[in-house]
């Protein structure tokens, strides 16, 4: 945790978004996440000056100790004029925790370097667009980030899990969202074990002494938030390919019949996303058992779920979420967390529209329904819009209601104000033109709005981007003579919102543009209405106190 900043109020706060996001099979795993991530060290601000084009991490795993050996390649290219620059890696602590670096070369010339506590800056004279690779060596017992345990079965494993910048605790890189680039890993580890990662595997071959050196290669641009290793006895399923997608489940081997029978969902759920949103931008995807601290992390193209995932009954719901994120998060990324919703919330609304198209509209409202009162029930205890420009390195508070429920809400809000039709053109256009890059908020605006032809400024600006919610006060009464019923809406709220409010009457919908501070309706009504039911498809983002007078 950033000096300055309370452990003890940060880890409430996280309880607390715990129970208002996560189911509770998802919370215990979770927990162990809040301590580690609070307190990992700082990653740079996105270098200035260089661009990581490609990193090749060869890694020495053994099962004496927890320390590793790593041979870091990192190519770059220069975006401007320097004569050194920084790289992300925690380096070893008063607990002997982190990674020290003993050589760093380029074209085998030796570097000078210096390593403070989370970064080591490499001294080398370089003009923009030049490209260069530099050799980093370096060994340690990670801090944090590639988690070195045991799973139930005490058997020793070996998990990356990066999330948000994690990853300079085991691996030397430029650990933002916005620096994407390909990856290699090559581990040699006892032969024992199996290693998953990213991308396809090139190689596995025998070494001397019990080892076996395994290479995965990724060809698609990833943030270091996903670049990992996955290292353990697994039982390994091929469940099939969807449109020409090899699907795999990793598991450990005391849980594979059950973990290959629940995880078999995953090749349903792939489909719904490459029809409605675009190609898988990977080779594979496999679905990995894995001793991550989330409930599921959604590492490209290798998704790591908790150790009791195999067993719960919200895997599906799980699944979709992770898998979403393989769109929106891996392949089109945010620029920077404050953007975090386009992650989170995209996830979070694509499951729900997944689970909308299998099981029905009424999944939908009773989801939203809950949804929304997790997002009010936040805003009592962080004020903040969905944008949150005000964290700065704790991104763990970024786990919460706004980013996840209320960023869904929104793009639900967005496809009722667009219609089907062009809410699936513009997420399918937007994912078409930042696949392999990063987007914030505004990117997603524009495309939007050039896909509908709609201004769409104030809704993000009310929706993402302004704290709080519409707080309506709504009161009606039946007028005989003339056969209406006279609605009168106050926005009782700070600040306004334009929005549209839909009223059913006994059964009749009738939508009602709400503007003003007051606003009144005359809606026709034969006879005095035995029903009145405010956001009866439950299309609105808001709090509602009704009173028939």
Same mark, same amino acid.
């Given at each position: 945790?950033?000096?300055?900043?309370?452990?003890?109020?940060? &880890?409430?706060?996280?309880?607390?978004?715990?129970?208002? &996001?996560?189911?509770?099979?998802?919370?215990?795993?979770?927990?162990?996440?809040?301590?580690?991530?609070?307190?990992?060290?700082?990653?740079?601000?996105?270098?200035?000056?260089?661009?990581?084009?490609?990193?090749?991490?060869?890694?020495?795993?053994?099962?004496?100790?927890?320390?590793?050996?790593?041979?870091?390649?990192?190519? &770059?290219?220069?975006?401007?004029?320097?004569?050194?620059?920084?790289?992300?890696?925690?380096?070893?602590?008063?607990?002997?925790?982190?990674?020290?670096?003993?050589? !760093?070369?380029?074209?085998?010339?030796?570097?000078?370097?210096?390593?403070?506590?989370?970064?080591?800056? &490499?001294?080398?004279?370089?003009?923009?667009?030049?490209?260069?690779?530099?050799?980093?060596?370096?060994?340690?017992?990670?801090?944090?980030?590639?988690? !070195?345990?045991?799973?139930?079965?005490?058997?020793?494993?070996?998990?990356?899990?990066?999330?948000?910048?994690?990853?300079?605790?085991?691996?030397?890189?430029?650990?933002? %969202?916005?620096?994407?680039?390909?990856?290699?890993?090559?581990?040699?580890? %006892?032969?024992?074990?199996?290693?998953?990662?990213?991308?396809?595997?090139?190689?596995?071959?025998?070494?001397?002494?019990?080892?076996?050196?395994?290479?995965?290669?990724?060809?698609?641009?990833?943030?270091t938030k996903v670049m990992v290793i996955g290292v353990a006895d697994f039982a390994i399923e091929h469940t099939g390919d969807v449109k020409g997608i090899p699907v795999y489940t990793y598991v450990f081997p005391e849980n594979k019949d059950q973990g290959f029978k629940n995880y078999f969902i995953a090749k349903d759920i792939l489909p719904f996303y490459i029809s409605k949103v675009g190609p898988f931008a990977y080779e594979k995807l496999a679905n990995v058992q894995s001793k991550t601290i989330f409930g599921g992390m959604e590492n490209a193209s290798a998704i790591f779920y908790f150790e009791e995932s195999y067993k719960t009954p919200d895997i599906e719901e799980l699944m979709a979420h992770e898998i979403a994120h393989q769109w929106f998060g891996d392949a089109a990324s945010e620029k920077s967390f404050a953007h975090l919703w386009l992650s989170e919330g995209f996830a979070t609304y694509m499951t729900h529209l997944y689970l909308e198209n299998k099981y029905g509209p009424d999944t939908l409202k009773k989801r939203l329904t809950a949804e929304r009162e997790k997002v009010i029930g936040f805003e009592k205890e962080r004020f903040t819009p969905v944008v949150d420009t005000v964290v700065k390195g704790q991104y763990m508070q970024l786990l919460n209601a706004n980013s996840y429920q209320k960023g869904g809400w929104a793009l639900h809000m967005l496809r009722r104000k667009l219609g089907d039709a062009l809410f699936w053109k513009g997420v399918s256009n937007y994912y078409a033109k930042y696949n392999g890059g990063n987007a914030n908020t505004d990117d997603l605006r524009r495309i939007m709005e050039q896909t509908s032809g709609q201004d769409l400024k104030v809704f993000f600006k009310q929706w993402l981007r302004t704290a709080g919610h519409p707080d309506l006060g709504i009161s009606w009464t039946y007028d005989a003579a003339k056969a209406v019923v006279n609605v009168t809406v106050d926005q009782k709220q700070t600040g306004l919102y334009d929005l549209t409010?839909?009223?059913?009457?006994?059964?009749?919908?009738?939508? !009602?543009?709400?503007?003003?501070?007051?606003?009144?309706?005359?809606?026709?009504?034969?006879?005095? %209405?035995e029903s009145v039911v405010i956001d009866p498809d439950v299309n609105l983002l808001a709090s509602f106190d009704v009173v028939a007078k």
């Open positions: 945790m950033q000096k300055g900043v309370n452990p003890g109020i940060f &880890i409430n706060f996280t309880f607390y978004l715990f129970r208002m &996001i996560f189911t509770p099979s998802i919370r215990k795993a979770l927990t162990v996440a809040l301590v580690s991530a609070a307190l990992a060290a700082k990653a740079q601000v996105p270098g200035a000056s260089i661009d990581v084009q490609h990193y090749t991490f060869a890694l020495q795993l053994n099962d004496d100790n927890n320390n590793i050996k790593g041979q870091a390649t990192v190519d &770059i290219k220069f975006i401007k004029d320097a004569t050194s620059f920084n790289l992300d890696l925690v380096k070893r602590n008063a607990s002997d925790k982190g990674m020290l670096v003993s050589e !760093i070369t380029e074209k085998g010339k030796k570097l000078k370097f210096e390593q403070d506590s989370a970064t080591v800056k &490499i001294y080398d004279a370089a003009r923009a667009t030049n490209r260069r690779s530099y050799v980093i060596t370096y060994e340690g017992i990670p801090a944090d980030g590639l988690i !070195i345990s045991t799973n139930n079965y005490k058997h020793r494993t070996f998990f990356g899990d990066n999330w948000p910048n994690r990853a300079h605790n085991w691996l030397p890189c430029v650990d933002a %969202p916005v620096d994407k680039a390909t990856v290699d890993f090559i581990v040699t580890a %006892p032969d024992h074990y199996q290693v998953v990662s990213n991308g396809l595997k090139l190689e596995e071959m025998a070494q001397p002494n019990h080892l076996k050196l395994t290479h995965w290669q990724e060809n698609a641009v990833l943030p409010l839909q009223i059913a009457i006994d059964g009749q919908l009738h939508n !009602i543009s709400i503007k003003n501070k007051t606003t009144t309706v005359l809606l026709p009504s034969k006879t005095k %209405p």
